[in-house]
């Protein structure tokens, strides 16, 4: 038989693991880097490491001439900045300058925030956590789309076109403009080895408007050779 306090230790590391479960469900329905068993190693480790820190500090044997104090919470603080390594892991920098996995790598630090919670026996504070976690990053974003202002339901773009006429730079600008798409920044070069010109474009647009939509718009554009959109 387990005494109350292996009990009460194997309760956290469930309870901690049940909650990771949640967080880690969430990334992988979204074909995210950190998934199940990502999520769960952190929140349970960090769970573990919070009870052993917490434990430690009371059960360390020391003499009667000689007092002893430890931070109950010393070694569960750096699990914060250790988590770091895992967080910048996933998140991305692409080809078009456009930074992907900010929220991920937020994540992998929420789900070692929980371990730690739920180690420490904040079991209360850690289930409404991972419920404000997940309605943060599964509701909101969707009313926004649907109630918010129009400002923040835009998306951005990069469109890369080829144009073989130097003259025709200018008017497909303007044009593209006319189909209320944004243009935030314009970058024209000249394609090596061919008479060719490549203009590129950080446009916003609505969020609702299918890229496909804006693919099919500007390709049947006079002077248009190519079109890449990059989302």
């Known amino acids: 038989m387990l005494d109350v306090v292996d009990s009460e ?49 009371y059960l360390l044997p020391g003499r009667d001439d000689i007092m002893i104090r430890m931070d109950p919470l010393r070694l569960a603080a750096q699990i914060v900045s250790g988590i770091g390594f895992l967080g910048a892991g996933v998140i991305l920098r692409r080809g078009n300058d456009h930074i992907s996995g900010l929220t991920t790598a937020a994540m992998v630090w929420g789900a070692a925030g929980i371990g730690i919670a739920v180690g420490a026996g904040f079991y209360v504070e850690a289930v409404a956590g991972v419920i404000l976690l997940i309605i943060s990053v599964e509701l909101i974003p969707f009313a926004i789309v649907k109630i918010g202002p129009k400002s923040l339901t835009k998306k951005d773009l990069i469109i890369k076109i080829t144009v073989s006429q130097q003259e025709s730079l200018e008017k497909i600008v303007e044009k593209i403009q006319g189909e209320k798409i944004s243009v935030t920044h314009i970058r024209i070069k000249d394609i090596k080895d061919s008479s060719m010109h490549m203009l590129e474009l950080r446009t916003r647009v609505n969020g609702k408007r299918p890229v496909t939509d804006i693919y099919y718009t500007i390709a049947k554009m006079q002077d248009v050779d190519a079109i890449e959109i990059v989302s």
């Not at 068993?37 to 500090?57: F, G, Q, R």
Request: charged residues 15%.
């Open 9 to 57: 230790l194997l309760i956290k590391l469930v309870v901690s693991a049940l909650l990771g479960l949640v967080i880690g469900l969430e990334r992988e329905l979204k074909s995210k880097p950190l998934g199940l068993k990502t999520s769960l190693v952190i929140s349970i480790i960090s769970c573990l490491l919070t009870i052993v820190s917490i434990e430690s500090a």
